[in-house]
């Protein structure tokens, strides 16, 4: 596979330096992508790297993933209005290890391939290096007219940062630069990727190479990802879609997916999937054909769900979408752990009872009348009993002087009930 025509089509290049197409087709060729170590997760913005890396392995080529503990205690102004916090030794190391774990379901790290990745952490060798040996060895190639013409300092000195621009942030392209110098002489590292934003970075690292030891390396960057409406990628109202679990759930996670639009589901199936052109070319033609069955959207989902989680957690994330829109059983809705249960019904209305009534025994009729204000009058909640439009629990209810206790609880917690088809109410006992 041709690794720069594999991201042509897919549109995952934004700039490349001259010369980088032709040095992969002669040679296995080690590059690497800086990832920024500031928590213990990737989120679904730094997939897009990520994927960049795993197409190049794909393709024959060796990739490096660059943990950034040293340059992640400083913060890249690029993109940024505001300086970052700076984070210690131990949080980084910890972070590392998280990040490590999740890319080794992306990346071949433990096969003798030639072409194995590895995963580098530049604060091994920062950390020992002094400000006058950084000064003489780095700072002495880069003049400051260089690095002042650099567009991510040129927008923090022209006012879109409210405290200008640190020193210390000023030198992280001579950091990031270093890196580049770094990898080139003890890796053979003669390609940098990222996003569009680190074209700065990447190219003061090709000049610090040329201007040290006369060597010739490249740089690719990708866009950086947008919603067809303009929005930020990857943002929802609760914040970032993580990659763990613990933060976002595969639930949560394969919604966001499945929710995304029909020009963006074009777009980033193509970006966030290793299916070949032919059959998302198939799959946007179906989507022409029959959009409202969303035949890219639900793919869409199921690839990244299955890749970043499993195809477990995609299966579960599938029947607990059915339960909200689909027919669902009862059974399906009693194999949902208490997390998902909560976020398939986020936003329905929620209601609180006291566990001492639902131990002691409560009709139904009065619990979603006077207790919860599901049905404005028992006389209505009778009728519609009567006509089949009452469930509990995903089963309908025949009789009218049902009574509940807590053993028709969900996780001894909850209760679920249902007005007519779409209408659904949470009764949260505590």
């Not at 009729?365 to 439009?389: H, V, W, Y």
Request: proline share 3%; net charge negative; with cysteine.
């Amino acid at each position: 596979m041709n690794f720069v025509e594999e991201l042509r089509w897919r549109g995952m290049i934004h700039t490349m330096m001259p010369g980088t197409e032709e040095l992969l087709e002669k040679e296995m060729v080690t590059a690497y992508v800086g990832i920024d170590p500031t928590a213990d997760s990737l989120h679904i913005g730094h997939l897009v790297s990520v994927m960049i890396l795993r197409h190049f392995q794909r393709c024959g080529h060796k990739p490096l993933a660059l943990i950034g503990g040293a340059t992640g205690m400083i913060g890249d102004p690029s993109g940024k209005s505001a300086e970052r916090n700076l984070l210690d030794e131990e949080t980084l190391r910890h972070n590392q290890e998280c990040i490590k774990k999740q890319l080794s379901k992306f990346l071949d790290f433990e096969s003798d391939a030639p072409n194995k990745a590895e995963l580098v952490n530049n604060y091994d060798w920062m950390k020992d290096f002094t400000f006058l040996d950084f000064a003489r060895t780095v700072g002495k190639h880069i003049t400051v007219n260089y690095m002042m013409a650099k567009d991510s300092v040129q927008k923090r000195l022209n006012g879109e940062a409210r405290d200008g621009l640190s020193f210390t942030e000023f030198t992280y392209q001579l950091l990031q630069g270093y890196d580049f110098l770094y990898l080139y002489e003890h890796k053979n590292c003669k390609l940098q990727m990222g996003g569009s934003d680190q074209w700065g970075n990447i190219t003061t690292g090709a000049e610090l190479i040329r201007r040290t030891n006369g060597g010739e390396v490249f740089a690719l960057t990708c866009p950086l990802i947008t919603k067809a409406d303009g929005g930020k990628f990857g943002k929802t109202e609760s914040g970032n879609i993580w990659l763990d679990r613990r933060y976002t759930s595969p639930y949560k996670f394969y919604q966001f997916w499945l929710n995304v639009s029909d020009a963006d589901a074009a777009k980033y199936i193509k970006i966030f999937t290793a299916l070949p052109k032919d059959e998302i070319e198939a799959l946007i033609a179906e989507q022409e054909a029959a959009p409202h069955l969303r035949p890219l959207q639900k793919r869409l989902a199921k690839e990244v769900t299955v890749m970043v989680h499993s195809e477990e957690d995609y299966e579960a994330a599938v029947e607990a979408s059915n339960i909200l829109f689909g027919n669902a059983t009862s059974e399906a809705l009693k194999k949902l752990d208490e997390e998902t249960l909560l976020d398939v019904f986020n936003g329905v209305p929620q209601f609180e009872v006291s566990r001492d009534e639902i131990a002691a025994g409560v009709k139904l009729i009065d619990l979603c009348t006077e207790k919860a204000n599901i049905f404005p009058s028992k006389g209505e909640m009778r009728k519609l009993i009567q006509s089949g439009g009452v469930s509990v629990n995903k089963e309908k209810v025949s009789d009218t002087d049902m009574i509940i206790n807590t053993s028709h609880l969900l996780d001894d917690k909850y209760l679920l009930v249902q007005r007519g088809k779409k209408n659904y109410y949470l009764i949260i006992v505590k």
